[in-house]
């Protein structure tokens, strides 16, 4: 997962008279903050009082979080319009093959249907197991686990005019479009690519068409692909058939890349402005103003006895995407708080504001919710980077620097030791394959300079490196940077920092487009996020190949360039894995390779603090889109 | 009756006559400063700026007395447990702390060195070119004078927020870089005045009288011209100076100034922007000695505008007059 990680983190000669006017200003400004500010008293920290970070823990009855603040009181009311508002536009259009985003995957789960998906459910279980949504039923999986056979429910429709069924056909379109060339720079088709017969020959020859290309050229590509591992033998029926076994293959189908497309899609270019979605759930998008809102009203063509997943209680969902800028935060909390807003979008609960809504007593509209598996953020070396004599491509620097980085610090900065836990290796509690272990330990993690320094003058660099950062402008990560400096000045390391805007990071800013650019040494280190693509059990494949997997295509989300084959070999042992237990155990022993190898610094783990405004009921958190789903949602009469 | 030689009144001899005190001269400076005595707001003015130079230079050792350095994060130890900043008056920290923990007290001082030396170096850069360019335009006229004065209306009208982003992105934005952003958008404001003086200055006749001595165009801008400017040149400058401050301030508020960790009021404003409303005192301060600095160079700039008028010499006569013996 690519850009999605990386957002969810928000994660900013006058004259006499001018100067003038601002002290005017200024004192008006000092007036009102001064009356509206509240003491600030130290807090007692963690309310909660649980281990939150325990996987056996996730279910206990102390407290439900995943019903923390659900509000399930009442009959559901039909009804009213449901305002969400927050401070950036989706960046792929919401086209369900390009939407890697978690604000797109909420939004998507309104107007979009794929084979399988995951039931809003207070229990994390069952929240993380897909189960049938537009297929009638789970999968016919053949005894060599390499066929999947799915039949469609009946009366799925399109809002086209007039309706029309929504047939195999439609979902074999969908997952091929992943390859257009534009939008597979937005998208991951690689999980198709590495689990569908014939897929990867299909894809890599799409992926490479001229994106310039004509919306016929492009729908004569995809029509006449002839893909032997997706098969429609009727309007209802959808067989796969994959190169390997694979545990995920229910998740990976889950995901909305894999969404049905409907024919019109393949009459337009992609992502242009002013393309028609059509939907197949609960509601479709009526209005795109681009940048500024979003709004969806119900959908006739849908019915409930189609759709065991779904609800469709409001009448209208209303998303306001143009808050300004780094107060927006603030600015959305105020608005829920007062019930001028109902949820958030892009951003979560301040930091700032956790403590008065944790105590004296847990606010019913406050809920913290575990995204089983994140790593966010982290700091990532660029082991081909030529700087300081190539000192990141020694192993030994590397494992230096994994002493420098103060943890807890790192927490407090994303809200303290009630929402983040230090992390010390790649795959995170409640992740596949999780197994603690600490390479570096530190007191407290809390870091230990000394160490680092005496290792970096082992490994010969007794007078330290300088290291250039790129970090993001943004949310906390200017804080982050700052906290990176101090720590590795304390070993000796000298940082330089690059702000880089968001909107650019991971394109323009970490990115490289040719396979020499990170020799180039733009930059050494930074500091990405990285959220899997889904939860449970089986989820091993969605984050340590993505980040640490060099055999995959490139470019991708190996900022760094680190690749060792051994974890490549173990990578691909655990995929093709036929038992649960058996990829686990395959997914640890990669784990322990790459923090041997020390390409990162994981920082930390966290949990995801949400509020919702008094009205909202049935506010239940769906680990898939790291937010609640909006289609549970009903509002008080 | 005759009058008698007692009661017939006479000049005195010129011996006799008492010594008579002579008016004593004053030069222009002179005046000035015998005028800006008597302004108890630019006195005021003076004290402040005084004390925020003091602050800026003790800034090191601010920091040592503390223990805290500018840059160097403290969040283990200058936050509570869910991160946020520490209340004024805690121990150690007098005007509180930052996101990060660290000092608010130390890192105004090392702003207020920032803030300083953006405002006076941007503003004397400024002023030299915009003299140059205001003295040449005027005094040439023709199409030198036509091409500075569109380049000075050019860069006046050119949004200067845009520009900042512009070269931040392609150079990286650094201190160097935000002076001479401010200098550039500075020095039209007073080629523009300088010009118009220029132009007024030429036609008089001791320029006239320097051309018929042989003099050259070069010595006769500089040499004979130039003083006759010095006095709104100066008043401009002095008012130029907390509008490069608070140019500085917005810059670095942006992201698009100093860079952090460097200590600046105005990205000290741009951090508290997410936990201003629990961390009042983050705000507060960095915009109280912004507020200071910015006034106190604006009232003195007033005041010196008004020494530097002959036209007010009544205004100070009468001051002079009340003053108590």
Redesign the interface.
């Known amino acids: 997962m690519s850009v999605r990680n990386l957002q969810r983190r928000d994660e900013v000669g006058a004259s006499r008279g001018v100067a003038k006017w601002m002290s005017i200003l200024a004192f008006a400004a000092m007036a009102i903050v001064a009356c509206g500010s509240g003491t600030s008293t130290p807090s007692s920290g963690a309310a909660q009082g649980n281990d939150l970070f325990n996987p056996s823990n996730f279910n206990t009855a102390n407290i439900s979080w995943l019903s923390a603040n659900q509000n399930a009181s009442g009959s559901p009311v039909m009804g009213g319009t449901l305002q969400i508002e927050g401070s950036t536009d989706l960046s792929a259009a919401a086209d369900p093959q390009a939407e890697y985003e978690t604000i797109g995957f909420t939004l998507e789960r309104a107007y979009t249907r794929q084979l399988l998906s995951y039931p809003a459910s207070t229990n994390l279980t069952k929240a993380e197991t897909a189960v049938p949504d537009a297929a009638a039923s789970m999968p016919t999986v053949s005894a060599d686990g390499l066929t999947y056979t799915f039949t469609l429910r009946p009366g799925l429709m399109w809002n086209t005019n007039p309706p029309r069924a929504v047939t195999s056909r439609d979902f074999k379109r969908g997952v091929l479009r992943n390859c257009d060339p534009t939008l597979a720079p937005n998208g991951n088709p690689g999980y198709y690519i590495a689990t569908i017969a014939g897929f990867r020959a299909f894809c890599t020859a799409f992926e490479a068409a001229n994106p310039g290309e004509s919306p016929a050229a492009r729908a004569a590509t995809i029509n006449n692909a002839n893909v032997s591992g997706i098969q429609t033998p009727n309007d209802t029926t959808i067989v796969f058939t994959l190169t390997q076994p694979a545990t995920d293959f229910n998740n990976i189908i889950a995901l909305p890349f894999a969404s049905a497309a409907p024919a019109e899609y393949l009459t337009y270019t992609p992502l242009a402005p002013g393309n028609i979605l059509y939907s197949d759930g609960p509601y479709a998008i009526t209005t795109y103003n681009v940048g500024h809102q979003i709004i969806l009203t119900r959908n006739a063509s849908w019915a409930q006895s189609t759709d065991p997943l779904r609800h469709q209680y409001v009448n209208e969902i209303d998303v306001k995407v143009d808050l300004a800028g780094s107060a927006a935060a603030t600015q959305v909390q105020q608005d829920l708080s007062a019930g001028t807003a109902d949820l958030e979008w892009n951003t979560n609960v301040p930091p700032a504001d956790i403590r008065g809504l944790e105590s004296p007593s847990w606010s019913r509209q406050l809920g913290v919710f575990p995204a089983p598996g994140t790593t966010n953020p982290y700091l990532v070396f660029n082991v081909q980077s030529p700087n300081s004599s190539g000192a990141l491509g020694n192993i030994k620097v590397r494992q230096a620097l994994e002493y420098a980085i103060d943890k807890v610090a790192i927490n407090k900065i994303y809200g303290g030791a009630s929402l983040n836990e230090p992390l010390n290796q790649v795959i995170a509690p409640g992740a596949e394959g999780y197994v603690p272990f600490n390479d570096y330990p530190t007191s407290g993690n809390q870091g230990d300079p000394a160490k680092c320094k005496s290792l970096l003058k082992a490994a010969g660099y007794p007078n330290g490196i300088t290291l250039k950062d790129y970090y993001r402008n943004s949310g906390n990560h200017p804080a982050v940077f700052q906290e990176v400096q101090s720590d590795f000045a304390k070993c000796g390391v000298t940082v330089v920092g690059t702000p880089i805007a968001t909107g650019y990071y991971g394109s323009s800013g970490i990115g490289v487009t040719t396979p020499n650019g990170l020799k180039a040494g733009h930059w050494d280190i930074t500091e990405p996020g990285w959220v899997p693509d889904w939860f449970g059990p089986t989820n091993g494949r969605a984050t340590l190949p993505d980040i640490f997997d060099g055999a995959l295509s490139f470019p991708g989300s190996d900022w760094g360039g680190y690749d060792n084959p051994a974890v490549d070999a173990l990578v691909a042992q655990a995929e093709s894995a036929t038992t649960i237990s058996a990829a686990a155990a395959l997914w640890h022993q990669a784990d322990l390779q790459v923090m041997k190898d020390a390409p990162f610094i994981p920082f930390e783990t966290s949990l995801t603090p949400l509020f919702r405004s008094a009205r909202v009921h049935n506010a239940v958190f769906i680990p898939f889109s790291e937010y609640y789903d909006i289609t549970q949602v009903w509002l008080s009469a | 009756m005759t009058l008698s030689a007692v009661d017939v009144a006479r000049p005195p001899a010129p011996s006799e006559e008492p010594a008579v005190k002579g008016i004593e001269g004053r030069t222009p400076l002179q005046l000035v400063v015998a005028r800006l005595r008597t302004d108890r707001v630019a006195l005021a003015s003076v004290v402040v700026i005084l004390l925020i130079v003091a602050l800026a230079i003790a800034a090191p050792l601010i920091a040592a007395i503390t223990g805290h350095g500018p ?3 403290n ?2 130890s200058g ?9 004024p008056g805690t121990a150690g920290y007098l005007l509180g702390t930052d ?2 923990g660290r000092d608010i007290l130390v890192r105004i001082a090392f702003g207020a060195r920032i803030s300083l030396l953006v405002g006076v170096l941007a503003t004397a850069i ?1 002023t030299i070119v915009g003299v140059v360019v205001g003295l040449f335009a005027g005094y040439f006229g023709g199409w030198l004078d036509t091409l500075l004065a569109r380049l000075m209306d050019v860069v006046l009208s050119f949004p200067y927020v845009l520009f900042a982003i512009v070269l931040v992105s392609v150079f ?2 650094s201190l160097p870089l935000t002076i001479l952003v401010i200098a550039f ?2 020095f039209a ?1 007073i080629g523009r005045i300088v010009r118009g003086q220029a132009l007024s200055q030429r036609e008089k006749e001791y320029v006239e009288a320097s051309h018929s001595l042989g003099a050259g165009n070069l010595r006769i801008m500089f040499v004979d011209i130039l003083p006759n400017l010095v006095a709104p040149v100066i008043v401009l400058a002095t ?2 100076i ?3 401050i ?2 500085e301030a917005t810059l670095s ?3 698009l100034g100093v ?3 460097t200590p600046s009021w105005g990205n000290m404003l ?2 508290a ?8 005192w983050f ?2 301060f960095p ?2 000695f ?2 200071a600095t ?2 106190a160079f ?1 009232l003195l ?2 005041a010196v505008r008004d020494a530097l008028d002959p036209r007010t010499e009544r205004l100070f006569a009468g001051r002079r007059k009340n003053k108590p013996a």
């Open positions: 840059s160097q994060t969040v283990d936050t509570d447990a869910n991160g946020q900043p520490l209340p996101n990060l400024a990286g934005s958008f500075s404001a008012l130029l907390p509008a490069a608070i140019f508020f942006l992201g860079q952090p960790p741009s951090d922007e997410g936990v201003g409303f629990q961390a009042w705000y507060i915009m109280l912004l507020l910015t006034l604006n700039g007033d």
